[in-house]
């Protein structure tokens, strides 16, 4: 089997990976496969695939593929990152969390010693949007800490670690008795724009709002409204929209608010992450074996 890397020279280790699970790195005129390794260049994707339209499969680097929507077909079977990441992205949504419940934003940035204030995350009333594996693993980090999880997704299902698990109609409701909203959803039309003025204004004036997911999930206008008049206790952003965010927004100097710089999974994480994603699917490709992270073209995750 010849699977070609691409872009060209980009990608080592992931040539590495493919050699691993015992494909050779090819070129695109001889490939079987496509491992595509720019999360961000849709354009030179579809460019491949119009030299190439009968390729049957395509790797893609990140969970998210919402890049790609204008790229996807039913033609060809499409895996992503999907699962790949969720350790390293929960850690910073919980990380994030206690941070933003304890003030910690506000303390960093203070030059003298000052007041108490802020909140326990233990026994906190946490809602989470999104089904997928960064909620699994988040779910069993808060654990320990013993709150009250509610999940809520498109398609309600038990989960383990979580209290209860409501479909997408209950959002309101549930925020209603929210201290802590964390965002660990994929980004589709339907769920760009989610987190508008209407839920911001149903979540308690204390609670705090984490967003591990994408920035376009949340009307970031109506996000500095309820921060600046303390309709909100604050906010952890690993991803914002704009972004990169530029430098005289106001997110970065309103209280309460912490902003990191997608980084919930970087670089030197993801990497060895994503080689053992393409080197297992490389393997289960040969073998002739299911894919893992396959990707629902019609639902764009």
């Known amino acids: 089997m010849h699977i070609a890397v691409l872009p060209e020279g980009r990608a080592p280790h992931l040539e590495e990976a493919v050699r691993d699970g015992g494909a050779t790195v090819g070129s695109l005129a001889d490939a079987d496969a496509v491992v595509w390794s720019d999360p961000r260049d849709a354009e030179g994707l579809a460019e491949v695939l119009r030299q190439r339209p009968e390729l049957p499969w395509v790797q893609l680097p990140f969970a998210g593929v919402d890049a790609f929507l204008d790229v996807l077909d039913h033609e060809r079977l499409w895996t992503c990152g999907k699962g790949v990441y969720a350790e390293p992205v929960a850690e910073m949504a919980l990380a994030l969390a206690l941070a933003c419940c304890r003030d910690l934003q506000r303390y960093a940035r203070a030059t003298s010693w000052g007041s108490d204030h802020g909140r326990n995350l233990v026994g906190a009333r ?15 980090m808060l654990g320990p800490l013993g709150g009250d999880v509610t999940v809520v997704t498109r398609h309600p299902r038990p989960l383990d670690g979580a209290d209860r698990v409501v479909g997408s109609d209950q959002l309101l409701t549930t925020c209603a008795r929210t201290d802590v909203l964390v965002l660990a959803l994929a980004l589709t039309p339907e769920t760009e ?21 994408r920035g376009a999930h949340v009307d970031t206008d109506a996000l500095v409204d309820a921060l600046r008049e303390e309709r909100l206790g604050g ?3 690993d991803v914002t929209d704009p972004e990169p965010l530029p ?20 670089q030197a994480m993801g990497r060895p992450l994503l080689a053992a994603r393409v080197r297992d699917n490389v393997r289960r490709r040969i073998a002739g074996e299911e894919l893992l992270g396959p990707v629902d073209v019609d639902l764009g995750y």
């Open 247 to 266: 430098d005289d927004h106001p997110l970065w100097t309103l209280p309460g608010v912490l902003v990191t710089p997608h980084t919930a999974n970087t």
């Open 235 to 237: 906010a952890g952003l």
């Open 126 to 140: 946490v809602t989470v949007l999104g089904g997928g594996e960064i909620t699994a693993s988040l779910l069993r």
């Open 193 to 213: 724009g989610i987190v508008d003025a209407t839920v911001l204004d149903s979540l308690p004036d204390h609670a705090v709002l984490v967003n591990v997911a």
